[in-house]
Antibody, heavy 121, light 108 residues
Framework: EVQLVESGGGLVKPGGSLRLSCAAS????????MNWVRQAPGKGLEWVSS????????YYADSVKGRFTISRDNAKNSLYLQMNSLRAEDTAVYYC??????????????WGKGTTVTVSS | EIVLTQSPATLSLSPGERATLSCGAS???????LAWYQQKPGLAPRLLIY???SRATGIPDRFSGSGSGTDFTLTISRLEPEDFAVYYC?????????FGQGTKVEIK
């Protein structure tokens, strides 16, 4: 079964740091670009960051650029998001999502259940 | 950045009825690189449609997508009880990938 499982969320104070992880199984992780997408409470979806299969290409939303770092370890079938200088507006459910193999980048065909990050003093 | 505007915000319909959801883009979406997702409360989004009109694997044929340029539509031909949810459009034609604010399809 194709599966993504996020972990690492929690409560952190403004200015603090957190590292999210996403464990992949059921597919050849090293062949797919991966993404983080977040959803603030009661709000819509926001793309956060993408990383290509070999980590050659990395992209960030302007809202997190310079504060968040995406990375992956293909040997461990894992995706990461290092989040620094956290702000209240970073409070959200963070989803790990796989880029599909439908031929275009940016189509998210497999999603994890999400991990909740709360930034509050 | 391409801004996607979905309408209506809420659609109140009965099971068996037809649902028509709209997604308008602030500028043309290249190559019709537009997707639709369904999200139920407490769950992750599920991919329904990509490339504006192609159904993802396992998606029933009552879901269809159409449109190009700046105007896109998701149609659910006959609503089933499990179709009541929030629907998001998303463009992946230019970075950053962006989502619409969502349309909630609720039971009338």
């Amino acid at each position: 079964e194709v599966q993504l499982v996020e972990s690492g969320g929690g409560l952190v104070k403004p200015g603090g740091s957190l590292r999210l992880s996403c464990a992949a199984s059921g597919f050849t992780f090293s062949s797919y670009s991966m993404n983080w997408v977040r959803q603030a409470p009661g709000k819509g979806l926001e793309w956060v960051s993408s990383i290509s299969s070999s980590s050659s290409y990395i992209y960030y939303a302007d809202s997190v650029k310079g504060r968040f770092t995406i990375s992956r370890d293909n040997a461990k079938n894992s995706l990461y998001l290092q989040m620094n200088s956290l702000r209240a507006e970073d409070t959200a459910v963070y989803y790990c999502a796989r880029d599909s193999d439908y031929g275009d980048y940016g189509i998210f065909d497999v999603w994890g259940k999400g991990t909740t990050v709360t930034v509050s003093s | 950045e391409i801004v996607l505007t979905q309408s209506p915000a809420t659609l109140s319909l009965s099971p068996g009825e037809r649902a028509t959801l709209s997604c308008g883009a602030s500028q043309s979406v290249s190559s019709s690189y537009l997707a639709w997702y369904q999200q139920k409360p407490g769950l992750a989004p599920r991919l329904l449609i990509y490339d504006a009109s192609s159904r993802a694997t396992g998606i029933p044929d009552r879901f269809s997508g159409s449109g190009s340029g700046t105007d896109f539509t998701l149609t659910i031909s006959r609503l089933e009880p499990e179709d009541f949810a929030v629907y998001y459009c998303q463009q992946y034609g230019s970075s950053p990938w962006t989502f619409g604010q969502g349309t909630k399809v609720e039971i009338k």
